[in-house]
């Protein structure tokens, strides 16, 4: 380099042609920061920020890539939020529609005891008039209805008999 050209480049042309022409861009990036900066100072800190954009770009890389996984997870909420809403909706249905058989059968059943009391009232009713009328017998000292309508019954089937014999 003391001669004014490159090293590995013995041809290329010197003093006032050379001034014409671009540098040459085959500089590699050690030679290119000496010859920029010239100092070893400068060229630590370039190191150093450069290894710090490297860090920071695998940071910002991580970070991208949680966010990608954070946004599928947010994705993959929002698609089981909707599934459990549809069942829910499809539970609820099922179940309004459980309360109103319920509530058939529940006003079925009180019919039922209602017609079931009624039934039991007049049982006793005709129990107790039942009662009353044996009683009534036995306080009149009547003889039994029975003993009254067979005689009764015997001669209207006499009168059956001989209507039919006279009108044969």
Excluded: W, Y
């Amino acid at each position: 380099m003391a001669d004014g050209g490159e090293e590995g480049n013995a041809a290329a042309p010197r003093g006032s042609a050379r001034r014409g022409r671009p540098v040459r861009a085959s500089l590699d990036a050690d030679e290119f920061i000496a010859l920029m900066h010239g100092s070893d100072p400068v060229r630590v800190e370039l190191t150093r920020l450069e290894n710090e954009l490297r860090d920071k770009e695998r940071e910002l890389g991580e970070a991208q890539a949680e966010i990608r996984a954070l946004r599928l997870s947010e994705r993959a909420r929002e698609k089981a939020v909707e599934e459990l809403t549809d069942e829910l909706e499809k539970m609820d249905e099922k179940l309004k529609l459980t309360e109103s058989h319920l509530e058939n059968k529940n006003l079925e059943v009180k019919k039922i005891n209602d017609e079931k009391k009624a039934a039991l009232a007049a049982q006793f009713a005709a129990e107790a008039t039942l009662r009353r009328v044996h009683a009534a017998q036995k306080d009149d000292d009547m003889p039994p209805i029975e003993a009254i309508l067979a005689p009764l019954e015997a001669e209207l089937k006499l009168a059956r008999q001989e209507v039919t014999l006279l009108s044969c």
